[in-house]
């Protein structure tokens, strides 16, 4: 009778560790599942977010104001980049970067730039963007020029907006 006792126990003990261990690798792989299905809808936010804070910077860069425009697309922190198609050296920081909008500005009497052949790549509250500038300014002492440039531009996530926090564009290779 012992015998039998201690195997029936042995085995009720058995029952309850695998019953507890199938619950816990169910409840861990639903917690794996539910985790995952979060990361791929929050990129697909984020995605949307850098999407409009590139069309936001593309509108901006038509307005032809003292700054404001790009006041609203432009992260104001020290570490903000800008290299321009006629650029010599890198602008840096938010201060530097807000008064080469204004004087800038004041050379054009129009400027439309389009990106194409977009490609986005966000990771947590970075992102960047690559693609293809084309259009045309118009200077104010009358002269044309034709933009048709390689940009990268790296976005940032503050406060939960997307900012432009570098901008970097080349001449394409002819």
């Known amino acids: 009778m012992q015998r039998t006792s201690v195997f029936l126990f042995i085995a009720n003990t058995l029952n309850r560790r695998s019953t507890l261990t199938l619950i816990t690798t ?6 794996i599942a539910l985790v995952a299905s979060n990361a791929v809808a929050q990129p697909a936010a984020d995605m949307e977010g850098v999407q409009a804070a590139s069309k936001a910077f ?3 860069l038509a307005v032809l104001d003292n700054g404001e425009a790009m006041e609203k ?10 290299v321009g198609p006629r650029a010599k050296s890198i602008i840096v920081g ?3 970067q807000k008064q080469y909008w204004v004087e800038t ?6 400027r439309n730039a389009t990106l194409s052949d977009q490609h986005i790549h966000v990771n947590g509250n ?4 690559m693609g293809q500038e084309t259009g045309e300014t118009k200077m104010k002492d009358g002269g044309t020029l034709k933009i048709d440039f390689i940009v990268t531009n790296v976005y940032e996530k503050i406060d939960g907006r997307w900012l432009i926090v570098s901008h970097h564009v080349q001449p394409k290779p002819q």
Do not use: G, I, M, R
């Not at 169910?26 to 917690?31: F, G």
């Open 58 to 60: 593309y509108a901006a």
């Open 26 to 31: 169910a409840a861990a792989w639903l917690w």
């Open 73 to 82: 697309v432009w992260a104001h922190t020290p570490y903000v980049t800008y």
């Open 105 to 110: 500005n004041k050379l054009f009497s129009q």
């Open 94 to 96: 938010w201060d530097a």
């Open 126 to 129: 970075l992102a960047w963007e």
